[in-house]
């Protein structure tokens, strides 16, 4: 086996691996959104305000911190060479990475993190769907059943799922994944564009000197 396979194996595997751990995030990302009357529960038993605060702060630096590394990895992925290498449930995937990164302007620029703010609703929600999209992608696709299983088992649907939704499936998946880029890229491109405005707009404004 020579050093370019193992190379390229390698890759591949550090690619699916992130896709993998980048779902996982989203979800756990969800729960910590999502567990709110949890946390007050907890919250109330902090006697210090200035633990109180921190607490507050941990919480949601965390959780807007781990949304920022799942539409990370998710753009990192997101092109046609590496969704030719790897497994990636198209367009589910993709189309979680970009409402995901809708959610994260929402709570940056919007208020969309507080739990008072007419916004936060709105961004869990599309939290939420996201992480259900993604869902079905992992479970239903990336992870249908394998060649073995479906040796002693034909299924016309998992047949149908694995070689039209995955990404480095021959010919109908890589299709698919030429149409998600083309869609889904230029909208969350989009998505970083509105954030970068909206952060501009929130800067402080300059003073000329003389």
């Not at 590394?69 to 590496?82: E, H, K, R, S, T």
């Not at 409402?99 to 620029?109: G, K, N, P, Q, S």
């Not at 919007?110 to 929600?125: C, Q, T």
């Not at 939290?127 to 992992?138: R, S």
């Amino acid at each position: 086996m020579g050093e370019h396979v193992i190379a390229k194996g390698l890759e591949v595997w550090t690619l699916q691996t992130l896709v993998n751990v980048s779902i996982m995030l989203g979800f756990f990302t969800l729960g910590l959104s999502i567990a709110q009357a949890y946390f007050a529960s907890l919250r109330q038993r902090l006697t210090l305000r200035v633990s109180i605060e921190l607490w507050d702060v941990f919480l949601t630096l965390l959780t807007d911190l781990l949304l920022v590394v799942v539409v990370l990895i998710g753009f990192l992925v997101l092109n046609p060479d590496i969704m030719a290498d790897i497994k990636i449930a198209v367009p589910f995937v993709p189309l979680g990475t970009l409402l995901f990164a809708v959610a994260l302007v929402i709570r940056l620029f919007y208020d969309g993190h507080n739990v008072e703010s007419p916004r936060f609703r709105p961004a869990l929600l599309l939290m939420f769907t996201a992480a259900f999209i993604q869902a079905i992608g992992f479970s239903l696709i990336m992870e249908a059943p394998g060649t073995e299983y479906l040796g002693l088992h034909p299924s016309t649907f998992w047949d149908f799922v694995k070689t039209h939704f995955r990404s480095n499936a021959l010919p109908h998946g890589l299709e698919l994944a030429q149409w998600t880029f083309s869609l889904i890229f230029p909208a969350l491109m989009l998505v970083f564009a509105w954030g970068f405005v909206r952060a501009l707009k929130q800067l402080p404004p300059t003073s000329s000197g003389k």
